[in-house]
């Protein structure tokens, strides 16, 4: 898992080379990972039920509005986000994509778009590729044992950007009700640090960055 260049508190392990397969082609990368991982803990089975089912909806992220005005502050928040993003991805369509999935998954898991975008700046850094030195892959460095236990095990799919998106958001949802609302406990098991600070601490100061009135 990563973390964003200059977030304190937290300790950073460099890593070696990686080639990874993505899609239908090999892609050849350096993506150095920081952080923890999620450890795995034996799921009730209504638990891994419900889990693999909110996995298994292969909706596509199109965003739904009630209304206009809900429409329109979408649109002001794809906007600012987008101005903000320019930085870690180039291109207009890369960054309007990659913001409609985070804006879809979150909803759909019931998380603050926020909570998620700083999540994935602490954990990749916003990169699709990053791996951590345990495994972790991905925009939200998911655990490849999750496709196992709620997916299809296929753990080359957690390259796959909405894949991704959808098991970090699912997951954090997850942890979120285990630890009955308490996000500081729960950002910890996400990162396998549960009770230690630096990591809720970055991803919570990361979260600023995104947060948006409009």
């Excluded at 939200?140 to 390259?159: E, H, N, S, Y």
Aim: net charge positive; with cysteine.
């Amino acid at each position: 898992m990563a973390v964003a260049a200059g977030l304190p508190g937290v300790n950073r392990r460099s890593f070696g080379l990686l080639s990874l397969l993505a899609g239908a082609g090999l892609l050849s990368t350096l993506e150095q990972a920081w952080a923890g991982a999620q450890i795995e803990e034996p799921l009730a089975d209504a638990v891994r039920t419900a889990l693999s089912a909110a996995i298994a909806n292969n909706a596509p992220p199109v965003p739904e509005f009630a209304n206009t005005e809900a429409r329109l502050h979408y649109l002001r928040w794809l906007g600012a986000m987008s101005e903000r993003l320019k930085k870690k991805k180039h291109e207009w369509q890369v960054r309007k994509e990659f913001l409609q999935t985070v804006w879809y998954e979150s909803k759909r898991a019931g998380l603050d778009t926020s909570l998620v975008l700083g999540l994935i700046q602490v954990e990749s850094n916003f990169r699709k590729f990053a791996v951590s030195s345990v495994g972790a892959r991905g925009y939200m460095q998911v655990m490849p044992f999750w496709t196992r236990v709620i997916g299809d095990g296929d753990a080359g799919k957690l390259f796959h950007m909405q894949t991704n998106l959808r098991f970090g958001c699912v997951i954090l949802r997850h942890y979120l009700e285990r630890e009955r609302g308490d996000l500081f406990m729960a950002l910890g098991r996400y990162n396998g640090s549960r009770g230690k600070a630096p990591y809720p601490d970055a991803v919570l100061a990361a979260r600023r960055q995104w947060e948006f009135a409009g």
